[in-house]
T-cell receptor
Framework: GEDVEQSLFLSVREGDSSVINCTYTDSSSTYLYWYKQEPGAGLQLLTYIFSNMDMKQDQRLTVLLNKKDKHLSLRIADTQTGDSAIYFCAERSNTGKLIFGQGTTLQVKP | DAGITQSPRYKITETGRQVTLMCHQTWSHSYMFWYRQDLGHGLRLIYYSAAADITDKGEVPDGYVVSRSKTENFPLTLESATRSQTSVYFC????????FGPGTRLTVL
C-alpha cells in the first residue's frame, strides 16, 4: 500500500545546511510535497515537485527526487533558528489523495 | 479574500453530542480533504471529495460524516462525539498544490 517514511528528528547548528529525507512507496505518485508546521499552527506548503523532475530550487530550499529509489529530500541552506519546525513530506497519488509522513522535527541550535 | 477558512477555530463539546466543523474555500478547487492530526500519528485522512456530491473514505472515517452539496463547502460532522475524537482537524483543498486551512482544535470531554 501507500506509505511515506521520514526520520523523526534532526538537529543542526545555525548556519549549517539541513537535509531532511523521505521515502515513499507509490510509484504512481504525481506530485511530492514538503510542508512546514510551526507549533500551534497549520501546515504551510513550502514547495512541491512534479514526479518527472529531478530537482527544484527555490531560494534556500532544494528538493531532490530520485524516482528510481523513491527517495525525496529537502535541503535547507544556511539554516536559521526560524526554520525550527516539523517538516512533512507527502506524496500525491493519481487518485488525488495525499499521504503524509510522520514529520521530521528540525531543531536549530544557535 | 481568496483562501481556505475553517470554523470554529476552537470547540469544546461533550461525549455524545453532534458537532459540525465547517470548511470553505474560494478557489473552486475540485478536491477537498479532511485530516486529523494527533501526536504520534501525524496527519491522517478522514474523508475526501473529488467534486460536489462525490465523497470517499480516507484512512480513519469511522464516526464521521461528510457532505459536499456545493464545491466551496465541505463540512465534517461528528455524529456522536467521543473522547478519542479530541484532535486538531485540518481541511485542505487541492489543485496542483494542496493548501491547508488553519485548523480546528476540538476537545471532547
Amino acid at each position: 500500500g501507500e506509505d511515506v517514511e521520514q526520520s523523526l528528528f534532526l538537529s543542526v547548528r545555525e548556519g549549517d545546511s539541513s537535509v531532511i529525507n523521505c521515502t515513499y512507496t507509490d510509484s504512481s505518485s504525481t506530485y511530492l510535497y514538503w510542508y512546514k508546521q510551526e507549533p500551534g499552527a497549520g501546515l504551510q506548503l513550502l514547495t512541491y515537485i512534479f514526479s518527472n523532475m529531478d530537482m527544484k530550487q527555490d531560494q534556500r530550499l532544494t528538493v531532490l527526487l530520485n524516482k528510481k529509489d523513491k527517495h525525496l529530500s529537502l535541503r535547507i541552506a544556511d539554516t536559521q533558528t526560524g526554520d525550527s519546525a516539523i517538516y512533512f513530506c507527502a506524496e500525491r497519488s493519481n487518485t488525488g489523495k495525499l499521504i503524509f509522513g510522520q514529520g521530521t522535527t528540525l531543531q536549530v541550535k544557535p | 479574500d481568496a483562501g481556505i477558512t475553517q470554523s470554529p477555530r476552537y470547540k469544546i463539546t461533550e461525549t455524545g453530542r453532534q458537532v459540525t466543523l465547517m470548511c470553505h474555500q474560494t478557489w473552486s478547487h475540485s478536491y477537498m480533504f479532511w485530516y486529523r492530526q494527533d501526536l504520534g500519528h501525524g496527519l491522517r485522512l478522514i474523508y475526501y471529495s473529488a467534486a460536489a456530491d462525490i465523497t470517499d473514505k480516507g484512512e480513519v472515517p469511522d464516526g464521521y460524516v461528510v457532505s459536499r452539496s456545493k464545491t466551496e463547502n465541505f463540512p465534517l460532522t461528528l455524529e456522536s462525539a467521543t473522547r478519542s475524537q479530541t484532535s486538531v482537524y485540518f481541511c485542505a483543498t487541492s489543485g496542483n498544490e494542496q493548501f491547508f486551512g488553519p485548523g480546528t482544535r476540538l476537545t471532547v470531554l
